[in-house]
């Protein structure tokens, strides 16, 4: 462009100064326009690169790998993800999510923008689904940064040619706003219309109702995340059970983004494809091993590609599952999950099994009788196995591998009737002794996959410790390296906003200082 500029303005010095004058700087705009780059584009467009960004590089992107070593779902075993994994500079240092901080941001300002086109005076006012979709993801993105780097820039931070150094905003006035954001959406789906999206919806093609019950999920989840903060534990607890009762009936209602194939990758396979950075935990493992879990024998896989039967402590397999915190930096040695291969697994921005142990939780809380408890964590765990079978079948089928013979299966699917036997002799006889240690090993246990589940349990080992006692060790780590309570700032930001810089310092206080909801001050 800038040669046609030289051109004309060549053009223009030889020509008569009538001649120049005419040539408006208008007309000299139009010329210098990029048609390929518009400056307004339709809000349903800008949804559709939320929602991917959302799921693609927030939800199932560094984050939730990241946090899939700091859970043992996983264990890092070359370069990043073993210093992750040890505790060596990663955890604390500002370049390590600063991917997924710009991320956020761009999602979040992004969700901004469609909000005030389709808000009031807006150039697509009256747009109510855009609008109340464009409020969830808002909310969504916006608790995702909060629960993850505690206070952060959010009120002056999305519009940088107005300041360049935005404060930082406490997490309680941001937790604030994202349930108002999902209380407005509640109220706005409802007077939309689904042709205002369609299929540029990438989660539910513009059904509102599941929008709604998305949002009302999302409640659910925030809602008990307050529960160390908030003023009456019970209500709270009743506050998270009636959201649970509005959301998601079955799998079919969960936000899952599919849209993955031989080209778009299921980030989890993607890191692991390109990285080969994680190996299978032997913590989760031991687990599995204690309650005679069916998923064991389908949840992990040798260095060769094939599929593990026997896991049995002595076994040759066993002794190559990765002790957390101890393991060699080595690669294609240790086993690894069969989630690693899971190419085209959608990722879950929210899942019925989620909602259900929410529900479960809340009830043995408020001392629910127990049996009403129990069968709402059968549908859960029964949940929970059907999602991990859908993410292990896609790995046995992922087109990558099959020009170098694919995974090799050596075991069948998991019938319901195993799930039945699994519930009856080994899950309700461990929640009948330790109801919430239970709840929370099997959620803990569901959220290991290729679904981008790891952040979430990070958040809830993070306020399980918080609400402290018997809450504790609810799942117990065995990496004796520091847990960290956060992550640290992005880089954008510790180099360009004294507001951060002060507030990062050197990066240790991500092993020291909790975030508020879970007793902490920022």
Known sequence: MKINIIKYILLGALALPLVMSSCSEDRMDEINKNINDPVDVSAKFIITDIITRTAFNNVGGDINTYMSTYVEHEVGTHNQLWDAEHRVNQPHLSSTFNNSWVSIYNALRDAKIVINKCSEGGSEEGNYTSLGIAQILAAYNLALLTDLYGDVPYS??????????????????????????????????????????????????????????????????????????????????????????????????????????????????????????????????????????????????????????????GSEAYDLLAVNGENEQIQYTYNTSTFVFSQTAPTLLLSYHEILFLKAEAMQRLNKPANEIEGVLRAAVTAAIINSEKSVATAFTAPTLAPYGGLEETTDPIEESEIEDYLDNEVIPLFTANPLKEIAIQKYLAFFGASG??????????????????????????????????????????????????????????????VWWAGGTR
């Open 453 to 514: 589940e790891s952040t979430e349990m990070y958040n809830d080992i993070r306020r399980w410790k918080a609400l402290g006692g018997v809450n504790e060790n609810l799942v117990e780590l065995k990496n004796t390296n520091r847990f960290p309570l956060r992550l640290p700032y992005g880089n954008t930001e510790t180099t360009t906003n004294p507001n951060v810089q002060a507030a990062y310092g050197n990066g240790q206080y991500v092993y020291s200082e909790n």
């Open 156 to 313: 002056e931070a999305l519009n940088p040619f107005e300041n360049k150094t935005p404060k930082l905003d406490k997490q309680q006035d941001l937790y604030s706003e994202v349930l108002k954001y999902l209380d407005e959406a509640i109220v706005n789906l409802p007077k939309g219309d689904v042709s205002a999206v369609g299929g540029q919806d990438l989660l539910y093609s513009g059904a509102r109702d599941k929008w709604a019950k998305f949002a009302y999920g999302l409640k659910a989840r925030y809602t008990m995340r307050l529960l160390k903060v908030a003023s009456n534990a019970n209500a709270t607890l009743e506050d998270v059970i009636a959201f649970a009762n509005q959301s998601f009936t079955s799998a079919s209602d969960e936000a899952a983004f599919k849209i993955y194939n031989a080209q778009n990758l299921n980030p989890l396979f993607d890191f692991q494809w390109s990285r080969d950075g994680l190996a299978a935990s032997k913590s989760l493992a031991d687990k599995l091993i204690e309650r005679n879990d069916p998923r064991l024998r389908r949840n992990f896989v040798d260095a060769d590609w094939v599929q593990i039967d026997n896991l049995e402590p």
